[in-house]
């Protein structure tokens, strides 16, 4: 059974899908979402196979939803009534790309897609997370989940197995480790400084050497983060360029 998600601000859109996906015995409609930042959050609660995402919506669009989600992701397979988003949704390894109003053949071209396993490799689907870098995260705190715009995140912590991000004086729980996120994020704004660490660079308020070649970083929240020897010379040469 394949288990969908419906994305799309416009509640007639979701309808028409749903009666499409309803004709199909193997589909599944595990959730809906009218809008990118109740997307991502079903999405992360769900885990379906496929999701059906609108493109231009309220909040984040259906690009940058597809953007930020955690490896193993989901089919996606964009909806949008126009066709000018078709060769970045490809970008974001898309398995295919419906113009609507959708029809029954070009769905069933979509779901064969699907059944078929059909993903990117592994180095292309690295290629696009490289050149696609997430703006925001999904993250929990107790049972409810939160959008965190990347400006708001000062670190992010592994901390038993589990990934801490730190936004001010709230802190989030993320199920992505910190090698999934390494390979994600935007080196510009972002840097590894140790095996438990990555730090915001434009949060870092004073860097200052320890014993051993190591040295402590301190964010403009206050907290003190240990920097590995071998990342606190790239470290100062990141941050005074």
Request: glycine share 8%; hydrophobic share 40%.
């Amino acid at each position: 059974m394949i288990r969908a998600v419906l994305v799309d601000d416009e509640e007639p859109a979701r309808e028409r899908l749903r009666r499409l996906l309803g004709e199909v015995p193997d589909v599944e409609i595990a959730g809906e979402a009218e809008d990118g930042e109740r997307a991502m959050e079903e999405i992360a609660r769900l885990a379906p196979d496929v999701v059906f995402l609108d493109i231009q919506m309220p909040g984040c669009t259906g690009m940058e939803v597809a953007a930020s989600l955690p490896s193993p992701r989901p089919h996606i397979i964009f909806c949008t009534a126009f066709d000018q988003y078709a060769v970045d949704a490809f970008e974001l390894s898309a398995v295919d790309y419906l113009l609507k109003p959708i029809n029954r053949a070009r769905l069933a071209q979509a779901l064969d897609r699907v059944r078929g396993g059909a993903k990117s490799d592994e180095a292309l689907e690295k290629a696009t997370l490289a050149a696609a870098p997430p703006s925001r995260f999904l993250a929990r705190r107790g049972s409810a989940y939160r959008v965190v715009p990347g400006r708001d995140v000062l670190c992010f912590v592994s901390e038993d197995g589990l990934t801490k991000l730190c936004a001010g004086d709230q802190h989030y729980w993320m199920s992505p480790t910190l090698n999934d996120l390494e390979a994600r994020l935007d080196p510009r704004h972002f840097f590894r400084i140790s095996r438990g660490a990555i730090v915001n660079l434009d949060a870092v308020r004073e860097v200052a050497p320890t014993a051993g070649g190591h040295g402590e970083l301190t964010l403009k929240d206050g907290s003190k983060h240990e920097v590995s020897r071998r990342r606190f010379k790239e470290l100062t040469e990141k941050l005074g360029a």
